[in-house]
């Protein structure tokens, strides 16, 4: 019969790694196992806060998906056997055989290194860092915010999923208040010293939202790691010990590979290694891990990453069943940020497998960042093309 595949996890990594095997060869048995009726996207989830785009505009379903023949399975997988090649879903009575595997089950939160925080902490304090229940809370609670109230965000530690994104929210909540509600203000607490495309970022604070948004980065004498929250009173507490008390606190912890793929034996340290010329896993046979779960050095985990890191997935796991040779992959990003209306700012290279201290390694060639110096028409060209990318991307995926 046909070789069986079966992808865990229904983002752009995964949804793209199944839309391309499909439409090379038809006649592939494709199942996509993904717990959520409809996805909504974080890339673009600020803007919803910021108020430039709806909720509705960034959810998806997955009936596109399913018109092209991919057999979607609206459940979690709990099991995986690498040795016996088969996955158990939650509602699934027998485990289901496969030829090959990928995993792309996104991130998951390290919700114990902060104390108090917790998935129920969560529904009062929300990351909003997965698309969903979470960005539609943190809205609803910026909208119910009292004019003078003060939110607090704590931005992650590296690596964690879209490393501009903290400092896109920033904005983008400050562009909220200055607009809803003038007299609420917005600290920022980092676990980091610095961050993705500062400059820009810092040049935007200034020139926007001065007196609204108050950045606090670690350095030599404050550590701003947020280490504790107290969701009944709202206080949120640095390492150094400074505490403020929060209308509304976003907190956004430390993040690690999507449960799963722990449990299955694919991680070290919290993420899973691939070898970097096809995001095949080091640790079992036949099966890939891409997007934000594997661990792709320079790559920064980002949609694009993931989708491009997906488009080799695919030609790897054609070229293997047919027994041809595969060339190693080459990848591409960008991560675009919006400052302000009609602003926005980008970063991105090439990615190519490379060694570092003679390991694997994925490394950046060609890279290009934003000037904070930039004309306001090149800005307004990079927000359009960001609008693009979006519309192209979602259609792509579940159009
Ligand atoms: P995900 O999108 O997280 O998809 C994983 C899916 O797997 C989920 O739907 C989950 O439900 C499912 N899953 C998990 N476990 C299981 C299981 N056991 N069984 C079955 N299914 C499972 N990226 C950009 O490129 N551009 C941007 O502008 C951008 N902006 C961002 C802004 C914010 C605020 C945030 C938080 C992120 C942003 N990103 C951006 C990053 C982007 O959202 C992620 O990098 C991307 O979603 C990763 O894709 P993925 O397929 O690896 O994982």
Redo the contacts with the bound molecule.
Sequence with gaps: GPARIIV????????TVANRLKSSDPRLDITL????EK?T??????LYLGGFRSFKSITHDYAGVKKRGIDVVT????AIDTKAKTVT?ARGSEPMKYDRLVV????DFKYETIEGYSPEAAKIMPH????GEQTWLLKEKLLALPDGGLVVMSAPPNPY??P???Y??ACMIAHFLKTKKPKAKLILFDAKKTYSKQAVFEEAFEEYYKGIIEINLTNEIDDFAVVKVDAATGVVTTKAGRTERAALANIIPAQKA???AAHAGLTENDWCPVHPENFASTKARDVYV????AIANDMP??????VSQAGVVAADILASLEGKPRAPGKYR?????MLAPDNSAKIGGDYVPATKDGKPYLEVKEPFISKPDDSAELRRETYQE?AEW?QTLVADLFG
Excluded: H, M
């Design positions: 865990i996890g229904g983002g752009p990594g995964g949804v196992v993904e717990p959520k996805y996207t974080c890339f673009y989830s600020n459940d979690t997988a709990t879903l792309a089950p996104g991130i909003a860092w997965q698309g999923r879209c501009p994104g903290p896109e929210r999507g449960s799963i891409l997007g934000d779960a985990k980002s949609a694009y990453s993931a990003n960008t991560c675009w940020s960001s979006y």
